[in-house]
């Protein structure tokens, strides 16, 4: 089985850090609106595939508003912990990262009724200037992470030489990394947001099938945004940023409908118990 992942929050605060955003724009009731909106559809989707899924909520996200993440865990999905705020770690300090992680995971406990082991990077934001990162998750009581993009061809995240399957890090911490192929002696992701929007679905699908064959589950993301049908449209932004930010969204809901009909997804949760890296609950 596949992991299937959401990484929950808005489109404007996802993109803070990559370009100018209007600051009407990243007000927290017009963002909770879009997320509210976009998880609905997201929700339904899932339950009439009967898919479950792992949900990274933002700390933030449990505090403005807690009854998404109670009723995405009364629907039977994982909740896992994607920080407090969007911000990339290997901006942060790591006391206060493991500070703040330690508290958005409580608050995610608290609300969703369920135990939080797993955490996703803004970003996939563990990269070799942070991975300081992976003792201070351990610390803060998780189990998992699953933020390594263990490729070389973005200009944001990646560690090129890390593993490309599940594995036990240094700190103990169990590590799910997002999926790559290897193609020519590079390791070409495919793993679900913008590489799902771009390539034909058939492609994800066989990739998808190429690395089951090969015995490594993929693990797969996706945003609200990239599904439901709430996206601010960002002044300015050159054609180049409103390909890579906008592209093919408007058809995530069907093309994610197509995909989920034609390879099996479970929880992360689900994946690492499968594969003998956590206890079944
Ligand atoms: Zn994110």
Same mark, same amino acid.
Request: aromatic share 12%; with cysteine.
């Given at each position: 089985m596949n992991a299937l992942t959401v990484d929950v929050e808005g489109f404007a605060e996802s993109n803070e850090e990559s370009f100018t955003i209007p600051p009407a724009l990243l007000d927290s009731s017009s963002r909770d609106r879009e997320v509210a909106r976009n998880m609905r559809v997201v929700l339904d989707l899932l339950a009439s595939t009967g898919t479950h899924a792992t949900f990274f909520f933002l700390g933030r996200i449990a505090?403005?508003? @807690?009854? #998404?993440?109670?009723?995405? $865990?009364? !629907?039977?999905?994982?909740? &896992?912990?994607?920080?407090?705020?969007?911000r990339r770690i290997y901006n942060l300090a790591p006391a206060a990262f493991e500070q703040a992680v330690r508290e958005a995971r409580q608050r995610l406990e608290d609300v969703s009724g369920q @135990?939080?082991?797993?955490? %996703? *990077?803004?970003?996939?934001?563990?990269?070799? $200037?942070?991975?300081?990162a992976l003792d201070a998750l351990r610390? *803060?009581?998780? *189990? =998992?992470?699953? /933020?390594?993009y263990?490729? !070389?061809?973005?200009?944001?995240? &990646?560690? $090129?030489?890390?593993p490309r399957g599940i594995h036990r890090t !240094?700190?103990?911490?169990?590590?799910?990394?997002? /999926?790559?192929?290897?193609?020519?002696?590079? $390791? #070409? @992701?495919?793993?679900?947001?913008?590489?799902f929007r771009l390539y034909p679905v058939m492609l994800t699908e066989l990739l998808i099938r190429r690395e089951n064959a090969a015995g490594r589950p993929c693990?797969? =993301? #996706?945003?609200?945004?990239?599904?439901?049908?709430?996206? @601010?449209? #960002?002044? &300015?932004? /050159?054609?180049?940023? %409103?390909?890579?930010? =906008?592209y093919n969204c408007s058809a995530g809901s069907a093309r994610l409908r197509r995909i989920l009909r034609r390879v099996s997804f479970c929880p992360a949760r689900q994946a690492l118990s499968e594969r003998g890296f956590l206890e079944t609950r």
């Open positions: 505090r403005d508003d @807690p009854g #998404i993440v109670r009723e995405t $865990a009364a !629907a039977g999905h994982e909740i &896992g912990c994607h920080g407090e705020e969007h @135990p939080v082991l797993g955490f %996703r *990077a803004p970003d996939f934001s563990i990269t070799k $200037a942070s991975v300081w610390s *803060a009581g998780f *189990a =998992y992470d699953s /933020s390594i263990p490729t !070389a061809l973005h200009d944001v995240y &990646g560690i $090129a030489d890390s !240094a700190s103990g911490l169990i590590e799910f990394p997002l /999926s790559t192929v290897s193609l020519l002696g590079r $390791a #070409i @992701p495919f793993g679900g947001g913008g590489y693990m797969f =993301y #996706i945003h609200p945004y990239e599904v439901g049908p709430e996206r @601010p449209m #960002i002044p &300015g932004l /050159s054609p180049m940023r %409103r390909f890579r930010h =906008y």
